[in-house]
């Protein structure tokens, strides 16, 4: 019971108008960054280019002149979570096979051991700086059209890309929504006396002390989705035909940074797969 | 042309997909257990189970999507970066939990939604560790795999009976009142 605010230390989400040069970039732009990050990170799954990628997200944040700490500041509140399994795996790999570094007792720390905990810490900074930085060069507005211009090609095959787009924008505007509901619920059963830090190994028990807390936060949440499709059919909303407010213009040199984009992702994926595995 | 979808269906969605995203954002949809840190008993399932016997398949099928895509981002294994070990599962999750709620659904909801909950909770389980089993048999070995379905298989889908049964049988019976704007009379 002592994480009763859950999002204090969290940067995701948070934009940043610096008004740099990828600020200004189109939202598909940013959204292709986004995917070929994910495409690299899958196809390197070594410390060698996890770090290259990683340093290529500072790039981008410092030429989005974002402070690049300010990306990692997400990382605290998971450090209790990601000490608990390094101790884990220094204990439990302590026995695989080559040179050890130090060996206290039965335990002893190798190479190997400690590059998995590397990979380990840098992937997790890694895809916390790059969402963090999507979301700080990106407005609300901007995520939601960004996601329907993206998969709008997809439309062509029957792909319903506006109503894609409109409940991601839902779910994303509702993260902040549950959130809180999830902390006053939480608030509300714990000043009943309830106890969900139960600890004990009978899982029933375990199950049984979570319906408090699941059964209003998912019944409280159907409710205010019932009342935003109330307010948007009262507002004659159909989702066919709609013009925007705000069109998105290509700035002087996006085609190269698109260009760009697509030799890194084709580079790192070709790193990735023929020649990193070689190297630790 | 109207739209193809009804609006309330991709509402519930987004709005039952940010459930899926805190869930996992903040580990409540965890519950540790006995074997430790890495196979806690997960919850997660059950906003998509919850979503597909209220709103049918294509709300499964997106909320599913939301939570895949969710749990690829936020995974630091390299495991789950896969489409084919984070996305697909959790798609089929809805789509099982509908086809198991169909029969049931006029007569006797109730039974449906725990059918539902055993059904799709199972799915996850056994299609997670069956693709994470197939495609990296290193990091998940088929004992493993086989070891971890048994202890916590079951136990999830008694939960995720227990959570959808409760979800299930409250909502409706709102409806059935008509008494849906609770929240609307609670915040004039």
Known sequence: ?280 | MASRIPLRKIVIAGALGAVAIVLGATRIGFIPWVLGPGFELTVMAVPVIIGAVLEGPVVGLAVGAIFGAFSMIQDTSGLFKNPLTALLPRMLVGVVAWLAYLPFAKRLPRVGAAVAGVAGSLTNTVLVLGSLALLYPKAVSLDLAVKVGFTNGFMEAAIAAVLTVAVVALWLGIEKKGGKARLADEEK
């Open chain 1, 1 to 280: 019971m002592k994480d009763l605010q859950f999002f204090a230390n969290v940067s995701i989400g948070q934009y940043i108008d610096s008004g740099s040069f990828v600020h200004r970039l189109t939202p598909v732009t940013k959204f292709f960054g986004i995917l070929v990050f994910f495409i690299v990170m899958f196809a390197n799954t070594n410390v060698t280019g996890t770090t290259l990628l990683g340093l290529w997200v500072l790039a981008a944040a410092l030429a989005a002149r974002v402070n690049p700490l300010f990306l990692l500041r997400g990382i605290k509140p998971a450090m209790p979570f990601l000490l608990i399994l390094s101790v884990l795996t220094l204990i439990f790999q302590s026995g695989t096979t080559g040179v050890a570094l130090v060996s206290i007792g039965p335990l002893s720390i190798h190479l190997s051991t400690l590059l998995a905990l590397l990979l380990l810490f840098s992937r997790f900074a890694a895809v916390l700086a790059a969402i963090g930085l999507l979301t700080s060069v990106t407005a609300e507005q901007e995520i939601a059209h960004g996601i329907e211009d993206f998969f709008a090609p997809l439309g062509r095959f029957g792909f319903p890309s506006h109503e894609f787009s409109l409940m991601i924008a839902v779910a994303l505007r509702f993260v902040p929504i549950v959130t809180g509901e999830l902390e006053s619920i939480v608030k509300a059963q714990a000043s009943r006396g309830g106890d969900f830090g139960a600890s004990g190994i009978n899982p029933i028990r375990k199950a049984r002390s979570y319906l408090p807390l699941f059964v209003p936060l998912i019944i409280r949440t159907l409710e205010r989705a019932e009342l935003l499709v109330e307010a948007m059919e009262a507002r004659c909303y159909t989702g066919d035909e709609r013009t925007r407010y705000t069109t998105y213009e290509m700035v002087a040199g996006e085609g190269f940074v698109r260009l760009g984009l697509t030799l890194f992702m084709a580079g790192g994926v070709v790193f990735g797969l023929y020649f990193a595995k070689t190297l630790p």
